[in-house]
């Protein structure tokens, strides 16, 4: 082998992998369209539109600046590379008391808006697409267990400042964010923020069926 024909063998095995790993994706992901509903699948009309509340953005910020991302992924695995469509509340609930199974895998329109998606580096602790799903859920069998009002709000800040704070909780190694609290344990504005966006975290709205997020034969 001379050093051209090795020389053209390198560059077009890198080039190659890197046209169809980055450049085609990038093109393809770049400007989503939104989806319509087609109405003998969805038996609905209309356009598909992600659904999100708050300012988010700040939240975003206090989130990436915190490193969050390091340990928590915000992706919910196709089925055939992962099982988080089954783990508990994780891709939405198998029995929503209103809507059902809402349970689905993420899709790239669910980051619409967002200026960077962060769907995370590894995954130390849960998903966290539906964690103000779980949140609220939460707060309700709480509320009914305890027999008094729970805000899912007030869970968050209550793991924010000390994770290990509940005895159930004392191994768990997700960092404490205290130094987002005055000395007398009130929110900061970025702890206010970054509840604001996990609670903002719900990706379980049912999307067109043309997206084939999840065939309900394969979830059931
Ligand atoms: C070193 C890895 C690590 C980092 C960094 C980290 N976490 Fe965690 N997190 C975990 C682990 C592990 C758990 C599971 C144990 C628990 O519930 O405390 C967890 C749990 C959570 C939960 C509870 C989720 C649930 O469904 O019960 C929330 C909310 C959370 N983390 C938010 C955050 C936020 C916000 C940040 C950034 C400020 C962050 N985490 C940074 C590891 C991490």
Redesign the pocket.
Known sequence: MNIRTFLFGMIATFSSAWLLAIVVPYYKTRELKPVAYEEALDEKTGIYFPKRAGAIETGAKV?AQ???Y???SQLVRPTYAGNDIHRD?WAGFKQDPDRGDTRRETIALDYLGESFAQIGVMR???D?SN?GT?MRRKAVDLTAKMNETVRPESL?ME??KN?RAKVE?RA????S?AFLFDDSGNPKGEAVA?VGY?MSMKKDDAVPASLNYAPKSATK
């Not at 768990?172 to 960092?175: G, R, V």
């Open positions: 989130y915190n490193g969050c390091v340990c928590h509340g130390i602790g849960p966290l964690v779980r968050l793991h924010l994770p909780n768990s190694t997700c960092p964010s970054l996990l």
